[in-house]
Each structure stands twice: as C-alpha cells, then as structure tokens.
C-alpha cells in the first residue's frame, strides 16, 4: 500500500517538475517591451519593440519606428545580435523622394592595434545601401578603420589573379590596376590609374612597421618617376600585381622595400 502511494507521488512530482520548467524556460528565452514618445498633439513619435533574453539580458532584437507629427511612418530601424558571430547587425529602412525604400544595412565589428602597453580596441562599421528590389546600391564606412579594413580585405582576396599588361579588372591586373581597382570598389575612391597619378593623391609617408597602417599605397622608384605600386596589409606585408609570372602575391615589406608611401584614407 505504501509503495502504491510513493508511486503515485512521485509521478505527481515529476508533472509539476516538468510543467514548472517548461513554462520557465519558456519565459527566460523570450521577453519583450514596447517604449513610445509621443509629440504634443498625442501622435506617436518613436516606437520600440524590443525581445531580449531574461537570463542573460541579451537584447537579441530592437525594432524602432519612426513617426512625423502627422502619424506617418517615416523610418524603421532593426538592430539584430547574432551570438555565435557576437555581431551586431542594424538594417535601416527609410522613405525617399523616389518613392521607394532605400535600406541601409550596418554591419559592427571590432579592429585591434597594438600598443606598447596595452591592446587598444576601436568600432568601425559598414553600411550596405540597397534599393527596396535588392540591388546593391552603394557602401559607406564610418571611421578610417572601417575604410582600411576594408581596402585589406579586397585587397588579399585577389591575391593569386594573374597579371595582364593595362589590366584593371579581377580577370588580369597590372600593379596599378590592381590598386586602382580596389580603392574603387571597396571604399569607392578614385586614387587614379596610373602609378604617376596615383604619385600624386594622399599623405606621404614613411617605409616601416611603426608608421605605415593597413591600406597605405607603396610606391617603388622615385616621387617624380614611380615604376611599381602595392598596397599595405599590415604585420609588415604587402600585396602587388608582380610580374606576368608571379601574378598578384603578398610579400613581405623587408623581402623587396618599397621607396615610399601614400596614405590615402
């Protein structure tokens, strides 16, 4: 009789067991508020909907909309966190003169420079610009960071293309092709076409570890009369459109130095 009741028990116990957790988990993974600003004659301003995770606190998704004094929407911005990049992501959406919606998507990350004492850490975004069709519209960065690391990534990512005399294009580069050509796409300047015009864009700068940073154009020969150009990766290497042979290829900075260089961002 006893074993009988212990029994019952125990299933009883197991049901609230798993109903009591269920319906916490259930609350820990998943909250939301709604904050609103209001202009003077009670139209809504600003509205936010945000969902975040009571455990941690995490705000996973922020959604904000914008008003006029009239009760139009005029804006939405949607910040997302992604927690295995630990990227955060806003995508804006606003009405334009052309009558349809340009959206500007963000993308936050983190860049690093060493310092003697002590890691120095800086944000720098990208903002993607799409028409309300998809298309790809045009890209803007916030900082210099932003800019240089992207100018990098281009720039590594045509690492292996051949070389092709008066090339300018991913299907064949010549050296000043190649920084031309990444200069253009990645942060949309126009540092010239030549090793002679490229000469005369930017800052002057000096050959070595200590001064150059990551996107700095190097140039080889004199100031009046370059003959070779590459581009500054940073941790003392450089990519260059080399010879017919060689292609495009990193090298390092002591392997064949440069004379001087450019800064241009």
Request: charged fraction near 25%; proline fraction near 2%; charge should be positive.
């Amino acid at each position: 009789m006893i074993k009988k009741y212990l029994l019952v028990f125990s299933v009883l116990m197991m049901f609230v067991v798993c109903t009591l957790g269920s319906t916490n988990s259930i609350k820990a993974t998943k909250l939301r508020s709604t904050t609103s600003s209001y202009y003077s004659n009670k139209k809504i301003k600003s509205k936010t909907i945000t969902e975040y995770d009571s455990k941690t606190k995490r705000k996973y998704l922020i959604t904000r909309y914008d008003y006029n004094n009239k009760g139009t929407n005029t804006s939405k911005n949607v910040t997302t966190f992604d927690a295995k990049s630990k990227r955060l992501t806003l995508t804006k959406y606003s009405k334009v003169k052309s009558k349809f919606k340009m959206k500007a998507k963000y993308f936050y990350y983190n860049t690093h420079s060493k310092a003697k004492t002590k890691k120095v850490t800086t944000k720098a975004y990208r903002a993607d610009y799409y028409n309300s069709k998809g298309k790809y519209v045009k890209s803007k960065y916030s900082t210099k960071d932003g800019q240089r690391n992207a100018v990098v990534a281009l720039a590594k990512s045509q690492n292996g293309r051949r070389y092709r005399a008066g090339g300018k294009s991913p299907s064949g580069f010549d050296c000043s092709g190649l920084t031309s050509y990444v200069y253009g796409k990645s942060v949309s300047k126009n540092i010239g076409r030549t090793s002679y015009s490229q000469n005369k864009k930017g800052k002057t700068v000096k050959v070595s570890t200590k001064s150059l940073k990551p996107g700095d154009v190097l140039f080889w020969g004199s100031k009046k009369s370059p003959y070779h150009v590459g581009i500054y990766l940073g941790s003392g290497k450089y990519i260059h459109a080399s010879t017919p042979r060689s292609g495009v290829q990193i090298k390092k900075l002591n392997s064949f130095k440069p004379s001087y260089a450019k800064r241009m961002i």
